[in-house]
């Protein structure tokens, strides 16, 4: 009976460990760039979406100046003194904010240009009723460039989505530039009145001028917002705008046929008619500044959401990697060691791991003749 010579368990080569592991690394390594381009995206994503709020949070100081400052016009075009006690508050208002974020915005000069403006405005009613016209009309022209600005610097103009866009559109640019012109409209109807005879035909082409301008914002706004409502996923939307809406489409067909059609529209009528129109125009705006700060704010939480997903992703991903790694390197080591099989083998027979060089010069031996039986005898060749 022979015992084999045990075998040895070569040690794998240096190749043979790291080329798994290149492989897993070549596998993560396109992971890696589709989780740096997505991380990247959500981040734009979300840095514009914050910004968008700012421009709300800026838009929606604004909506008190404009509503002053036509008061105040109107005032000073009747020739009253002009109370200047809400359009300061509304300065102070729009300040505080333009100090908050005004520098990322980038509106401190068109505001500071305003505000100087504002606060050079007479505190009485001008001798002239056509140079307060003039001056508030030039005040009203620095302010619609303000929310211009605003919406310009802030991405509002350049949302992705049609409800938040045409939320904003109608919040930062139909709405105010239809109070402002409306205003004008009311007041210009009560110069004309005083005007003299001969500029009677150039008045009324200033006047149908000024309805029009005036009137096609204010549809426009209308057009947005129900535009806003159909495009929206949000069952919210439609239940908040329609009812203000509706009221100020009401109060616009009022406006409309006061001051619409005829060449001297009666200035009694059509400022009752504006003052309803503007008191219709602070709700709806609220309402909708409100909800487009709402769908602005979830999309800021959806996407931290999304780039929380995508990091923790990305973590598993390379703690996998990182554990792969460790087993690929303590593979070596781990077969090195004695199994359970060449435990059981006496010393004398238990392989050598470090003889595997010497093991294929070692030959059968036999077993049961004794040591004797290996050694030679003087008789043995005459047998």
């Not at 996407?303 to 690929?328: H, P, S």
């Not at 060089?357 to 008789?379: I, M, T, Y």
Request: hydrophobic share 45%; no cysteine; net charge neutral.
């Amino acid at each position: 009976m022979t015992v084999p010579a045990p075998r040895v368990r070569r040690r794998p080569s240096m190749s043979g460990r790291v080329l798994p592991l290149l492989l897993a690394l070549a596998l993560v390594a396109p992971l890696g760039l589709l989780f740096a381009l997505v991380d990247g995206t959500t981040t734009d994503d979300h840095d514009l979406a914050s910004r968008e709020r700012l421009g709300v949070r800026y838009l929606r100081a604004l909506g008190p100046v404009t509503d002053a400052l036509v008061e105040a016009q109107s005032t000073a075009v009747a020739g009253a003194p002009v109370s200047r006690a809400s359009l300061n508050a509304a300065i102070e208002q729009v300040a505080a904010v333009d100090t908050a974020v005004g520098d990322e915005l980038r509106s401190h000069e068109r505001w500071a240009g305003l505000r100087a403006k504002l606060e050079g405005l007479p505190d009485r009613g001008l001798a002239d009723p056509e140079a307060a016209y003039q001056a508030y009309g030039e005040a009203n022209d620095l302010l619609l460039a303000l929310y211009r600005k605003v919406r310009e610097s802030s991405g509002l103009i350049r949302d992705p989505r049609s409800d938040t866009f045409f939320l904003q559109d109608g919040i930062g640019g139909d709405l105010p530039t239809a109070t402002v012109l409306a205003g004008r409209l009311a007041d210009l109807v009560r110069l004309a009145a005083a005007r003299p005879a001969a500029e009677r035909a150039k008045t009324g082409i200033e006047l149908a001028e000024l309805r029009s301008s005036a009137f096609g914002p204010a549809n426009d706004l209308v057009a947005d917002l129900r535009a806003a409502v159909d495009s929206s996923e949000s069952t919210d939307l439609g239940a908040n705008v329609l009812t203000p809406l509706d009221a100020y489409q009401r109060s616009l067909e009022a406006f409309t046929a006061a001051g619409g059609g005829r060449a001297a529209p009666n200035p009694a009528q059509l400022t009752a008619a504006g003052i309803a129109a503007q008191s219709a125009a602070k709700q709806l705006r609220t309402v909708i500044l409100d909800q487009l700060d709402t769908l602005l704010e979830e999309r800021v939480d959806a996407l931290d959401r999304d780039r929380l997903l995508a990091r923790i992703a990305a973590g598993v991903t390379v703690a996998l990697l990182v554990g792969l790694a460790v087993t690929l390197l303590r593979r070596p080591a781990a077969e090195a060691r004695p199994t359970p099989a060449d435990a059981a083998l006496p010393p004398a027979v238990r392989p050598d791991p470090t003889a595997a060089g010497r093991s294929a010069d070692r030959q059968p031996v036999a077993v049961g003749r004794g040591v004797e039986a290996e050694r030679w005898r003087p008789f043995d060749a005459a047998r």
